[in-house]
């Protein structure tokens, strides 16, 4: 095996640039998900090591110091639209301090533009296109690039090379567990999320999701569109695992696209963890049965996060949402009945966006109640159906074609004739102000934070992480 090093690069101060986040940014309150696309690979290649620069708060100086020390064959970056810059820069300093070393760059970005990102980058040795775990494992091997499926590649004359596509994995017990190269690579407590319980971890039961939103990055680029699932038995066997290793543990998150895709499953799953007694919480999508969710919730469901979207039914048959309000609303209901917390989360400026359908989404989010909302802003990543149509109807240009400005803040990229860049990008503090400055919103905070002394400074400090977002936004907007 080649000695070998999994890297999300260090970039903008607070960037979420993990593979778990649908959105590579900043957040409004310091978040950051487990990197797991570059765990998964790392745990098929023995001997690698895994640095996950942003939560760890590890500088270029420090990667290039470890670079020196271990003296890395191979170096793996997981890279995404908004930092592919930045990355790049990261490289071109590990190459300049070890010309002999190998770099490979995977993700959703170099997935749908390997040519293009290659030929952007020229210290970048090959990429990996879609589902890259066994390639990566293959490339460590020292196997023959040009018996490797699934990369583009420069050959030895400087030409780039694009092999065959990588068949997609069928069975997922074939993967190994992440919570090995956690617990190897990463300090638990730098991974914190708003409406999760501290410390978490996170994980995939499985890939790909059936739904068609025309935004959504990893299924149309990366995860398919057909949900792969590991068995029960794999997905409990890791749980305990990572009980074992993490005792402190107070939520275990699931982070595929839409776990409840497959409803047996789901119910099947809750059922052991129930038995393990452990609390957990998921993606959903707003259509879950009554029946189910109290089989869930029974079993240790604490929180769902379901992406609403919008408040305007136009606009979600616009986004091929394949959702209708009233159902969303009774599902919504059957939580608030059963107990179970919902993080909602909303996107503002997307296709058929107008004044009337953002003041229709506010209404409907205060309406709906959920414990916590996510309200971010239309971003039409290469790959997908939103960025085609928007390049098409020229509502994406050249000057706000950037996703995030030089501080990682998500900006508005899209504009249509009757909404300009700015009311669409003023429209997220908007929704929060009316979210959360409700008298009987303010109310439940602060009653939460009256019954947990550790509620209490957590909210404080989520509070003070919040204005100074609200703050960089302004001087965005200036």
Same mark, same amino acid.
């Given at each position: 095996?080649?000695?070998? %090093?999994?890297?999300?690069?260090?970039?903008?101060?607070?960037?979420?640039? +993990?593979?778990?986040?649908?959105?590579?940014?900043?957040?409004?309150?310091?978040?950051?998900?487990?990197?797991?696309?570059?765990?998964?690979?790392?745990?098929?290649?023995?001997?690698?090591?895994?640095?996950?620069?942003?939560?760890?708060?590890? /500088?270029?100086? &420090?990667?290039?110091?470890?670079?020196?020390?271990?003296?890395?064959?191979? *170096?793996?970056?997981?890279?995404?639209?908004?930092?592919?810059?930045?990355?790049?820069?990261?490289?071109?300093?590990?190459?300049?301090?070890?010309?002999?070393?190998?770099?490979?760059?995977? +993700?959703?970005?170099?997935?749908?533009?390997?040519?293009?990102?290659?030929?952007?980058?020229?210290?970048?040795?090959?990429?990996?296109?879609?589902?890259?775990?066994?390639?990566?494992?293959?490339?460590?091997?020292?196997?023959?690039?040009?018996?490797?499926?699934?990369? /583009?590649?420069?050959?030895?004359?400087?030409?780039?090379?694009?092999?065959?596509?990588?068949?997609?994995?069928?069975?997922?017990?074939?993967?190994?567990?992440?919570?090995?190269?956690?617990?190897?690579?990463? =300090?638990?407590?730098?991974?914190?999320?708003?409406?999760?319980? =501290?410390?978490?971890?996170?994980?995939?039961?499985?890939?790909?999701? #059936?739904?068609? *939103? !025309?935004?959504?990055?990893?299924?149309?680029?990366?995860?398919?569109?057909?949900?792969?699932?590991?068995?029960?038995?794999?997905?409990?066997?890791?749980?305990?695992?990572? #009980?074992?290793?993490?005792?402190?543990?107070?939520?275990?998150?699931?982070?595929?696209?839409?776990?409840? &895709?497959?409803?047996?499953?789901?119910?099947?799953?809750?059922?052991?963890?129930?038995? %393990?007694?452990?609390?957990?919480? *998921?993606?959903?999508?707003?259509?879950?049965?009554?029946?189910?969710?109290?089989?869930?919730?029974?079993?240790?469901?604490?929180? @769902?996060?379901?992406?609403?979207?919008?408040?305007?039914?136009?606009?979600?048959?616009?986004?091929?949402?394949?959702?209708?309000?009233?159902?969303?609303?009774?599902?919504?209901?059957? *939580?608030?009945?059963?107990?179970?917390?919902?993080?909602?989360?909303?996107?503002?400026?997307?296709?058929?966006?107008?004044?009337? !359908?953002?003041?229709?989404?506010?209404?409907?989010? !205060?309406?709906?109640?959920?414990?916590?909302?996510?309200?971010?802003?239309?971003?039409?990543?290469?790959?997908?159906? @939103?960025?085609?149509?928007?390049?098409?109807?020229?509502? %994406?240009?050249?000057?706000?074609?950037?996703?995030?400005?030089?501080?990682?803040? $998500?900006?508005?990229?899209?504009?249509?004739? =009757?909404?300009? =860049? $700015?009311?669409?990008?003023?429209?997220?503090?908007?929704?929060?102000?009316?979210?959360?400055?409700?008298?009987?919103?303010?109310?439940?905070?602060?009653?939460?934070?009256?019954?947990?002394?550790?509620?209490?400074?957590?909210?404080?400090?989520?509070?003070?992480?919040?204005?100074?977002? %609200?703050?960089?936004?302004?001087?965005?907007?200036?």
């Amino acid at each position: 095996m080649m000695k070998t %090093l999994f890297l999300q690069a260090p970039s903008f101060e607070g960037f979420d640039g +993990g593979a778990g986040s649908r959105y590579q940014a900043k957040r409004e309150i310091k978040s950051f998900w487990f990197p797991t696309w570059l765990a998964q690979p790392a745990a098929l290649v023995p001997g690698s090591k895994l640095i996950d620069a942003p939560p760890a708060r590890v /500088s270029l100086q &420090d990667v290039l110091a470890d670079q020196a020390k271990e003296g890395y064959e191979l *170096c793996i970056m997981h890279t995404s639209t908004p930092s592919f810059a930045s990355d790049v820069k990261v490289a071109e300093a590990m190459k300049q301090a070890n010309p002999k070393l190998k770099i490979g760059f995977i +993700g959703a970005k170099v997935a749908v533009e390997a040519e293009k990102s290659l030929a952007a980058a020229p210290v970048v040795d090959f990429v990996a296109r879609n589902e890259f775990d066994f390639t990566i494992k293959e490339i460590a091997e020292g196997r023959d690039w040009a018996d490797v499926d699934g990369i /583009s590649y420069r050959n030895a004359a400087g030409e780039i090379v694009h092999n065959r596509d990588r068949a997609i994995l069928e069975n997922m017990d074939e993967l190994p567990f992440v919570t090995e190269v956690y617990k190897q690579n990463l =300090h638990l407590e730098d991974y914190f999320i708003g409406y999760l319980m =501290h410390p978490y971890i996170s994980i995939y039961t499985g890939r790909g999701c #059936k739904s068609r *939103c !025309t935004f959504c990055l990893w299924p149309q680029t990366v995860g398919g569109h057909r949900y792969r699932t590991r068995s029960v038995e794999h997905v409990i066997e890791e749980i305990k695992l990572a #009980k074992k290793h993490y005792p402190q543990v107070k939520e275990f998150f699931f982070d595929d696209d839409t776990f409840t &895709d497959d409803l047996p499953r789901a119910e099947a799953i809750a059922r052991e963890l129930g038995k %393990l007694g452990v609390t957990w919480s *998921c993606n959903a999508k707003a259509n879950v049965p009554y029946e189910t969710l109290k089989v869930l919730k029974e079993n240790g469901l604490r929180l @769902l996060l379901v992406g609403y979207e919008s408040g305007n039914q136009q606009i979600l048959h616009n986004i091929k949402k394949g959702m209708r309000i009233e159902v969303a609303k009774k599902f919504t209901s059957d *939580c608030h009945k059963l107990g179970i917390k919902i993080h909602g989360t909303f996107i503002m400026g997307l296709p058929g966006e107008t004044k009337e !359908t953002i003041e229709e989404t506010i209404r409907y989010a !205060t309406e709906i109640n959920p414990h916590t909302i996510q309200v971010s802003l239309a971003a039409p990543y290469p790959g997908t159906f @939103l960025f085609n149509q928007a390049v098409e109807n020229k509502w %994406l240009d050249i000057d706000h074609a950037e996703l995030i400005d030089e501080h990682g803040v $998500q900006m508005a990229p899209l504009h249509y004739p =009757h909404l300009s =860049h $700015q009311e669409i990008f003023d429209a997220v503090e908007t929704m929060y102000r009316r979210f959360y400055f409700r008298r009987s919103k303010i109310l439940s905070i602060l009653n939460e934070m009256i019954r947990s002394p550790q509620m209490l400074v957590r909210r404080l400090r989520e509070g003070v992480e919040f204005f100074q977002f %609200l703050r960089e936004r302004h001087q965005v907007a200036g």
